[in-house]
Nanobody, 123 residues
Framework: QLQLAESGGGVAPAGGSLRLSCAAS????????MGWFRQVPGQERLFVAS????????WYTQSVKGRFTISRDNNKNTVDLHLQSLKPEDTAVYYC????????????????WGEGTQVTVSS
């Protein structure tokens, strides 16, 4: 089965940047719509960004538009999230997610999840 593993989390200052990576194994990502979610303690896991299977279209939640960029390399079986102009409210655990095709760009019910990577933004 598809397995996802996030990396690249850490601590960054407000206004700084981080690049998160999601490495997939067990299957080829070319057949999946991929995305990133984030979750803070006491809150629900929320959609952040997604990208279509071919990497030609992307969707973002309003709060990260213009600051985050999602990309994928199907040959390397990876999906990245470049976080720029970071704000303290971006602090969360970020999760990589995969959907079989046809479920919609906001990924209401991902088929696969990674274990998450912590992003902490200091003021």
């Amino acid at each position: 089965q598809l397995q996802l593993a996030e990396s690249g989390g850490g601590v960054a200052p407000a206004g700084g940047s981080l690049r998160l990576s999601c490495a997939a194994s067990g299957s080829n990502l070319v057949i999946y719509h991929m995305g990133w979610f984030r979750q803070v303690p006491g809150q629900e896991r929320l959609f952040v960004a997604s990208i279509d299977s071919g990497g030609s279209r992307a969707w973002y939640t309003q709060s990260v538009k213009g600051r985050f960029t999602i990309s994928r390399d199907n040959n390397k079986n990876t999906v990245d999230l470049h976080l720029q102009s970071l704000k303290p409210e971006d602090t969360a655990v970020y999760y990589c997610a995969a959907n079989r095709l046809g479920k919609g760009p906001t990924m209401p019910s991902p088929d696969y999840w990674g274990e998450g990577t912590q992003v902490t933004v200091s003021s």
